[in-house]
């Protein structure tokens, strides 16, 4: 970033002897077109890559699943989590509601609104150059009727910028799930263990462990897919009984504490890349690949200890003046306090 600076020109004159002030036509501001590349702690946080990989689209998901080949989601909630997930790689990225917990501090998914995951979607999105990008339709958006869940999607897409929106529910949702796509608007299910819903089964309960209830995950996998889902996520299901669905649909499933016999998987970025406290709880299904809160607190705390002993910021992390324009600036501000 190039920056114009102004900066007061010091005239190349003797500076009186007598304790009396400069005279104000001694100091005279002047343009000067000097030239200074720098970063700000305001720039944006990076830039793609020069040769950025190619948009995934439906019918690269679409590809995928034909050839078999797992899909890969994660989770992310705004612009620094979004681009790291993007430069990895992801094929899809899913602005989930369960940023109301993981970014906001709140007590469950229920409590978000439409408004901050529109916000969190336009985060996530102005990040993402490669990835697939899903946006959740928070509880209380679509329920009511087709007709406010087709708004809300296109709410989504409008302004949060993604490229589909995820709802919950199974054969109940049908109805809502095909007036959104007749609105042109792609569709992801989700059944089996539905967080929105966590009161009505007993809270976080893994689903389709009998018979019946089996039946009843795959009833509302079925309609989802026959109302227009491209994909569908299946959440705390038996391994086996993802694995069983997953060979009875026609389109992909991102399975989530499913096993590995869906087409793909998803996780919680924070809870899988370990950005929280020890001792917080974390579902069986989630494997820890990194420990990002021990390397934060570490970086956090160096600086506040080399700030206390002042060994930061050192004289590499600061910006020179020459000599005698220091002089200068000295002598001239000795000699007005005089």
């Known amino acids: 970033m190039v920056h114009r600076i102004m900066r007061p020109q010091i005239l190349q004159k003797t500076i009186p002897s007598s304790s009396r002030p400069l005279p104000v036509s001694v100091v005279r501001p002047v343009a000067i077109s000097t030239c200074q590349t720098r970063q700000s702690s305001h720039s944006p946080l990076g830039t793609p890559p020069p040769t950025p990989r190619k948009k995934t689209t439906i019918n690269t998901l679409q590809f995928l699943y034909k050839k078999q080949e797992p899909i890969t989601m ?7 989590s979004a681009h790291v997930a993007d430069a990895a790689g992801m094929d899809m990225i899913l602005v989930g509601d369960s940023l109301a917990m993981v970014a906001l501090g709140m007590e469950d998914t229920s409590e978000v609104v439409l408004e901050e995951m529109i916000l969190h979607c336009r985060s996530v999105a102005r990040a993402t150059k490669g990835a697939f ?8 958006s679509y329920e009511i009727s087709p007709e406010q869940a087709v708004d809300s999607a296109i709410r989504i897409i409008k302004e949060g910028r993604v ?11 049908a109805p809502t799930v095909e007036h959104i796509v007749r609105a042109g608007i792609p569709v992801v299910g989700h059944v089996g263990l539905t967080p929105q819903r966590q009161n009505t ?15 009843k995950v795959l009833e509302d996998a079925m309609a989802v897919q026959e109302a227009g889902c491209f994909a569908v996520v299946l959440e705390a299901v038996p391994a086996e009984v993802a ?31 370990g950005n929280f406290p020890p001792g917080r709880f974390l579902p069986k299904f989630v494997k820890q690949y990194g420990d990002v809160w021990s390397e934060s607190l570490s970086a956090i705390s160096n600086y506040k200890s080399e700030v ?6 050192a004289p590499e992390h600061t910006y020179p003046m020459p000599d005698q324009e220091l002089h200068e600036f000295d002598s001239l501000i ?5």
């Not at 490229?163 to 949702?173: D, I, P, S």
């Not at 069983?244 to 890349?273: E, F, H, W, Y």
């Not at 206390?308 to 910021?313: G, H, I, L, M, T």
């Open 201 to 215: 089964l007993g809270g976080f309960r893994v689903q389709g462990k009998t018979t019946l209830g089996a039946l």
């Open 74 to 80: 994660i989770t992310a909630h705004d612009f620094p």
């Open 133 to 140: 990008t899903v946006g959740d339709l928070p509880m209380g």
């Open 163 to 173: 490229q589909a929106v995820k709802l919950e529910g199974g054969v109940e949702m």
């Open 308 to 313: 206390k002993s002042r060994a930061y910021p």
């Open 243 to 273: 694995s069983l669905i997953t060979k009875k649909l026609r389109i992909p499933t991102i399975g989530i504490g499913a096993g590995n016999g869906c087409s793909g998987q998803v996780l919680v970025q924070v809870d899988m890349s």
């Open 334 to 338: 000795n000699s007005r306090s005089a």
